[in-house]
Each structure stands twice: as C-alpha cells, then as structure tokens.
C-alpha cells in the first residue's frame, strides 16, 4: 500500500485545503484493494467497450489492436466489468 | 419632525407617493423616511404608507402610531378603515374627494384641519387615469410647507420621464384647488 | 464630497455591490431580499456593470454558484433571506471551509413557521457556527458601507472567507432614506481586483474540496476556526482605511452614552437608533444609562466587548431570535460567556423582542430598561417583550 504524506500539524494546511499539485490521485495505488482481478479473453471479446464504459477506476483501456485491459496499479476488482461484460469475456480470477 | 400616514388601496400608488416625497425632500437638504406598511402587497386591499420628513438626522425606525397628517387616497375607504386613528387632534386630514371639507369633518367628527381636493378628476384629465397619487402630494405640499411644489420637479422627472410633466401639472392643479376647513 | 439621495436601502445596496466591479451574482428571489437581486439584474441587463448574472432556480443553486464560480478566481456576490439562507444551510460551511471570499446580502427576515415574512434574526442565528464573518448593520449608509468593505475583507489574503451582511428585512431594505454613494474612483482604489490564493483553470489543475477523514479533519477545522479569529485583524485595518477614505468610522462594538452607565443596554441590527432616543430620554431623567451595538457577530468581538461592558452594574440584552429551550437569545449567550472569567461582571438580563416583525419602540426600550433597573425582571431567565399571557 502507498504510504500516504502530507502535512502534519495544522499550520501547514493549504488555504482551504486546496491540493495544488495535479494528478496527486494517481499517488495513491487503489490496487492494494483488489482480491480478485479481470482477466480478458480476446477470443470472446467483441471490442464493444462496455468494460471501458462501466469501470468506475477508469483504469480500464484499449490496447493498439482494439482490446482491453485494466491498470493493475488502479483496478480495486469489483468485477463490474465482468458482471457487464454480455459475450462474458471477462472472468474474475482470485490474486495470490 | 412631520409624520405623515397615507391610505389608499394595493396599486393606486401609496409607495411611489411615499418614496417621491421621500427623495424630494432629501434633494433639497432635508431628511426624510418613506416606507410601506410593511408585509405582503395585494391589489384592491386597504395599505397605508409612511412618510417622516424632519430638518436633523432621522433616528427612530418603529412604526408611526400618532401621525401629523394623513391623506386619504380613495375616499371610499372611509368607513373602511379608520383614517383618523392616532391623528393628533389638531393634525391634518386631506382627502381625494369631491365632498367639501367641512361635510368630511363634520362625518368623521375630527377637531383638527380637514382639506379636500377632487384628485381622482384632476388626474383623469392631466393624467388620462383615475390614478391620484401624485396628484395628491400637491394637496400634501400645499398643507405641510416643507418645501416648494417645485422641488418635485427632478424628482418626478427622473421618475416619470415623458409623462414628468402631466404629473407635475395634476400636483399644481391639486396645490391649488385643495379647499380648506379649520 | 459626495451627494445625498433619497433611495430605498435594497436598492442602494445593490447600487453599492455595482461598484465593487463583481464578476458574477446569483441571486433567487425571496421577499424582503428580492429588490436586491431584481435590481442587479437591472444594473448588469442594462450594461452598467460588466458582470454574469446567473438566474438560478433555488438558494441552494445561488450559493453553489457562487461558491463555482469564486473557486476560478472570480468577484462573487448574492443575496437571500429567512427561507432562502436555510436552504443555503448545508453549503454556507463548505464555503467557509473551502476559504473561498464570498459577499452575502441578507435582509434578515423570521423563518417560518408559522409563514411570516416580516423582521428578526432568527434567519441568520442557525448559520452561526458555519464560520462565515457575520456583520449587522443599522442604516442605509451602513447597508452600502459594509457591502463595500465585505470584498475587501472577504478576499484579503489573510483572511479567504465569506462574508455576510446583515441588513434587517423591511425596516431597512424597504425604507426610502438619505444615502450617499462613494465615490467610484475612491471605490476603485479602495477595492483592488481580486487575487486569488489558487483558482480553478485548466492550465493550471488544482483540487478544491478534496475529502478529508479523521486523521486531517480536526486540524483542518482548526486552521479555518484561526482563519476567522485572525480575520478580525482584517476588519479591523479595512474600518481603518475605510475611516480615512470616506470618513465613517465602523467598530465591532459601538456605544452611545455609555461612558459611565450603570445600566447597558445592548441591541443588534436596525433597532439602534430607536434605541439611542430611549437613552437620551432616560439620560435627561438623570438615570445613568448608555447603549451598546454588536456590529460584529462572528468572529466575536470578546475583548471589545468585555471592555465596554465589565465596568456597568446591569446589561440588558435584547435578542431578535429565540434559542428555543436554551439560556436565553443567542446575543445574551454569548455575552454571557465573554464575561464568565471577569473577576467583576455586570448582572444580564435577557429580552427576546421584536419577533416576526413586531413594532418596538422607544417606550419599549425605556420601558424594558426600567424593569431592568427595578429589578422586576430576573437574571436567570429571559423575557418575550410584550406578548400577551
């Protein structure tokens, strides 16, 4: 899991709290979350792009020849992917 | 310090009488207040406005319950509503009607000074409406002598611009048709 | 020097917001707020201030845009009342939190029920802790003076927060009365443009609000409870320089005939002035009486307060809304515990008066005072001033 930094005492608090470095999300690697992982079967897929659509990490994306796969760092495996996935080319596989 | 109460009904323009006499007294040096009876307004229903003008800075902000003068914009609110009520006994009643004032004194059974003016007919023909609002803050400069019926004059021509001048005649007409009973 | 108008104080007010080069106002309208808004409008469709005008379809909205559009950096303002501002509720503390410099106009009005549209504070009394800097004003002048001073104050960069202004409903927003209008190169001086700490823009990406749990929230809240006690510093300096542009002087607390007065009496809001005539009429009679103004709600003014207050025998606080069950209005609360720690503390007494608009006048004021100097009144409880058993 990414330690999380930040300030420590109260005085070191931006005005407002306001994060002023951009893209200080993607710090923070949400796929310690994951149990299961999506695993795609390229001859079933259809390249519709609903797993691209459904993921709500938006770490899912296309590869150069038209499928897809999940960022790992991201993909917390909720398996909506899998459950939205209607030629079912998606199977959720345990980690470890 | 004048307070000064005024009757009509929502919509023949109590406010407006109000707030012109307000800001023409303020345009020649006085200060003055003019505020509706406040809450919710509706056309028809009986309102009164308030005026206070006064030489020194204006403090009090509560309500007027024993004014100088009233005016009585429709007559047919007589009976209606009790127009004297808190009216100083040597205070001063004017009213928009066609009645003579010793008739309007004698019914309401008021001791101070009572004025009357056919407003409504002088705004009818000045004005084209039936609407005496303006035409009565002549009636009301005429009895208070706190400043000269011109004094109105940028007021109401910023206020009505190219109908400023038809007002300005009913105000005259009023001024100096109004007939007086001590 | 500028020139005296007679003009009705919403008016003014949103004369006075038309001189402060505001970037955009949403405003819902909600009587007795809505000539405020009605005539922004006006100012900004007939192209005398370049400003956006959002009609929005709720308070909430009007708050919230805002709230957006101060996050890009922009000169924000709007107004509201009783309803409106209890709709606002939920947003008024992110505001505050998010330390984004908004202007509020309140025409402070009863909040329902029963349904009543008329004057008290029971409006503005529930937003108390939602940390915005909270200022009453008594006059037109005032009205125009503090919606001035509000962006100044509101955008310094020591301070980053909403400021709201109280303007009594109807005895103020509706009263037709003298003002006079500032200069605008005065005001143009007075009111630099606005720099933004940070501000929303795509080239420069930033996250406001980001989600805080317990182990940043409580030092979070500190920091924004030091931003609005440090404000009073701000306050401070922009009355200063106020004073010295336009030469009227703003205090967190003003008295009238207070310098050795037993008996304090202590108002809030519009009700001052009536209040000042019931002093002079007591102080011919000889009794030693004198007035205080709360000008600054929040952040409270305690040393200022203490000061004026530790040296009376009695204080008679009136409040304009009710804490409902609990130690008298929310005035008399807090002037109760600035005191507690005082080795020597006046006896206060507690009046609610002028709710939903009921009249009080000056023999209210000397009437109140009396029982207070009578001691016909007790210190542990408080009173409804008038209302009929």
Redesign the interface.
């Known amino acids: 899991m990414t330690k999380k930094s930040?300030?420590a005492?109260?005085?070191e608090?931006?005005?407002?709290?306001?994060?002023?470095r951009?893209?200080?999300?993607s710090e923070y690697h949400t796929g310690t979350w994951r149990s299961q992982r999506p695993v795609w079967n390229d001859q079933k897929c259809i390249k519709c792009g609903i797993c691209y659509i459904f993921c709500p990490e938006g770490c899912v994306s296309q590869t150069e020849d038209g499928y897809f796969k999940a960022n790992l760092d991201y993909c917390k495996g909720c398996g909506i992917c899998a459950h939205e996935c209607w030629p079912r080319a998606i199977a959720m596989v345990e980690e470890g | 310090m004048i307070e000064v109460r005024w009757h009509g009904r929502g919509g023949q323009g109590a406010v407006t009488s109000v707030e012109l006499l307000a800001q023409a007294a303020i345009g020649v040096g006085k200060y003055a207040q003019g505020f509706p009876s406040f809450g919710p307004e509706r056309r028809g229903a009986p309102v009164a406005a308030f005026s206070r003008i006064d030489e020194k800075r204006i403090k009090v902000r509560s309500g007027i319950y024993k004014p100088d003068v009233v005016v009585v914009l429709d007559s047919s609110l007589i009976g209606l509503v009790n127009v004297t009520d808190g009216l100083k006994p040597d205070g001063i009643l004017i009213v928009n009607t066609t009645k003579a004032p010793a008739d309007v004194k004698k019914e309401l059974n008021f001791s101070g000074t009572v004025a009357t003016v056919d407003a409504t007919a002088i705004a009818r023909k000045e004005l084209g409406v039936p609407i005496a609002n303006t035409t009565m803050i002549g009636a009301l400069i005429k009895m208070i002598k706190v400043m000269e019926l011109d004094s109105l004059k940028e007021t109401v021509e910023h206020r009505f611009g190219r109908i400023a001048q038809k007002n300005l005649a009913a105000m005259k007409r009023a001024y100096e048709e109004i007939k007086i009973s001590n | 020097m500028a020139k005296r108008v007679g003009m009705e104080v919403a008016l003014a007010v949103a004369e006075a917001v038309g001189q402060c080069n505001i970037d955009m106002a949403a405003v819902y309208p909600i009587t007795p707020q809505s000539h405020i808004g009605e005539h922004l409008s006006d100012l900004v469709a007939d192209g005398k201030i370049d400003a956006e005008f959002v009609t929005v379809e709720s308070e909430h909205s009007a708050i919230s845009a805002i709230i957006g559009a101060s996050g890009t950096g922009a000169r924000v303002y709007t107004a509201t009342s009783s309803q409106g501002l209890m709709l606002m509720h939920e947003i008024l503390p992110i505001a505050s939190?998010?330390?984004?410099p908004l202007v509020m106009g309140i025409a402070n009005r009863a909040v329902s029920g029963p349904l009543n549209i008329l004057n008290d504070h029971s409006d503005i009394m529930p937003q108390r802790d939602s940390g915005w800097i909270s200022i009453f004003v008594e006059n037109g002048q005032e009205a125009i003076d503090v919606s001035i001073q509000a962006f100044k104050i509101a955008e310094h960069k020591d301070v980053?927060l909403p400021v709201c202004v109280n303007i009594d409903g109807f005895q103020l927003t509706h009263m037709v009365e003298p003002v006079e209008f500032p200069d605008q190169e005065l005001v143009d001086k007075f009111l630099p443009p606005r720099v933004p700490?940070?501000s929303l823009h795509p080239s420069?990406?930033?996250?406001?609000g980001?989600f805080?749990m317990s182990d940043?929230f409580?030092?979070?809240l500190?920091?924004k409870d030091?931003?609005l006690k440090n404000s009073k510093k701000t306050i401070l300096a922009v009355w200063d320089e106020w004073a010295k542009m336009f030469g009227r002087t703003y205090k967190p607390v003003e008295t009238y005939k207070a310098d050795g007065a037993e008996i304090l009496l202590l108002t809030m809001g519009s009700m001052g002035e009536t209040a000042e005539i019931a002093i002079d009429e007591l102080r011919a009679k000889g009794m030693a009486v004198g007035l205080v103004k709360l000008r600054l709600w929040r952040p409270f003014p305690f040393a200022e307060i203490k000061e004026v207050l530790k040296k009376a025998k009695k204080v008679l606080v009136t409040d304009r809304a009710v804490s409902f069950g609990g130690p008298g209005g929310p005035v008399c609360g807090e002037i109760k515990a600035a005191l507690y720690n005082e080795a020597e503390r006046p006896a206060i007494y507690s009046y609610i008066i002028g709710l939903g608009g009921r009249d009080v006048t000056v023999g209210d004021f000397t009437s109140m005072i009396d029982k207070v100097n009578r001691e016909e009144v007790n210190t542990d409880t408080y009173e409804f001033l008038g209302v009929r058993e």
């Open positions: 930040g300030p005492g109260w005085q608090i931006t005005t407002g709290c306001v994060v002023l951009s893209g200080s999300a | 939190a998010m330390r984004l980053n700490f940070a420069n990406p930033v996250t406001m980001a805080a940043y409580t030092e979070i500190k920091a030091e931003a």
